[in-house]
């Protein structure tokens, strides 16, 4: 595996938080990410200090960021691949936070507390593992509302009448959890959110995932971190990442859905030498809405 060496960290200007982001083809999906990153969708966040680095797996023409603070960086994959883990690990790489968000799926938008919760969370352990939990837009799974009609137009009017872009906007009520609860069994969080010198010493993403959308590289990536020596599971409710309908490899299409998780979960066999594990751990959970942390249980 690759060694991935986050920026070192020199002057005043160093960020409190690093969100490195990869995206293909996403003309749509990545601006409105983007801007519920800014500073004028992120709400409880003025004392913070944060940027984001977007790094563009081969798309047709590098996509363009909306007018706003922090502007992100962006930039084209040195090597695009059908897997983003590369190009991944190439923005995790530029990152220059104490604590650092991979961001593997551009097309996923942040809850308004979501950079304030991350903070807070990140004071309770010197090497957390934090895991946003994994929402979808509309009632049901992606993949399977499709197939009822689910598409861009139907999601645009659903995210207007929801309110977006403002932060007031409420996401929760016109999307579908992935865990039922913030305790669930996990199998990967598409923000996960290490201290940096967590992700130096587990060398970022395993290149070995180079099937397209990477495969079980997420799962794989969580996995590796929680069972890493002295860090600790965090799990977060009240805030989440919500994924727009974009025809990506797992959430557009039923059939395919599975047929990309039965090759995927095959790979990672081969890999790893059995089949790729949900998270049950309770670990600690960060209540987002009372900003409180229950201290359940360890990581294990």
């Known amino acids: 595996m690759s060694k991935v060496f986050p920026a070192k960290v020199t002057g005043l200007s160093t960020p409190d938080i690093s969100i490195a982001i990869t995206c293909w083809n996403m003309e749509r999906e990545l601006p409105r990410t983007l801007w519920s990153l800014s500073r004028a969708f992120q709400q409880g966040a003025d004392d913070l200090t944060w940027e984001i680095i977007v790094v563009d797996n081969g798309s047709d023409r590098l996509p363009l960021s909306p007018t706003m603070k922090p502007a992100p960086r962006i930039l084209a994959a040195r090597h695009p691949a059908p897997s983003p883990v590369g190009a991944m690990n190439e923005a995790l790489a530029l990152a220059r936070g104490q604590i650092i968000g991979a961001w593997i799926d551009g097309a996923r938008m942040a809850s308004p507390n979501l950079l304030a919760s991350v903070a807070r969370a990140a004071k309770a352990h010197q090497a957390p593992v934090i895991a946003i939990p994994n929402r979808q837009f509309g009632s049901d799974r992606q993949a399977t509302a499709a197939l009822q009609g689910y598409d861009r137009a139907a999601e645009d009017a659903l995210l207007a009448a929801a309110g977006w872009p403002e932060p007031s906007a409420d996401l929760f009520a016109v999307s579908w959890p992935e865990e039922p609860s913030p305790t669930a069994p996990m199998l990967e969080s598409n923000a996960l959110f290490l201290h940096r010198n967590t992700w130096a010493a587990l060398s970022g993403y395993d290149p070995a995932f180079v099937e397209a959308g990477g495969?079980?590289?997420?799962?794989?990536?969580?996995?590796?971190?929680?069972?890493?020596?002295?860090?600790?599971?965090?799990?977060?409710?009240?805030?989440?990442?919500?994924?727009?309908?974009?025809?990506?490899?797992?959430?557009?299409?039923?059939?395919?859905?599975?047929?990309?998780?039965?090759?995927?979960?095959?790979a990672y066999v081969a890999l790893r030498g059995h089949p790729p594990r949900k998270q049950r751990a309770r670990g600690w959970v960060y209540d987002a809405t009372t900003a409180t942390m229950d201290y359940g249980s360890s990581k294990v």
């Open 215 to 266: 495969g079980m590289c997420n799962p794989d990536m969580l996995d590796r971190a929680l069972r890493h020596p002295g860090t600790q599971f965090i799990r977060m409710s009240g805030v989440a990442t919500f994924h727009q309908f974009h025809g990506g490899t797992s959430t557009s299409d039923e059939m395919r859905a599975v047929e990309m998780v039965k090759k995927a979960t095959r």
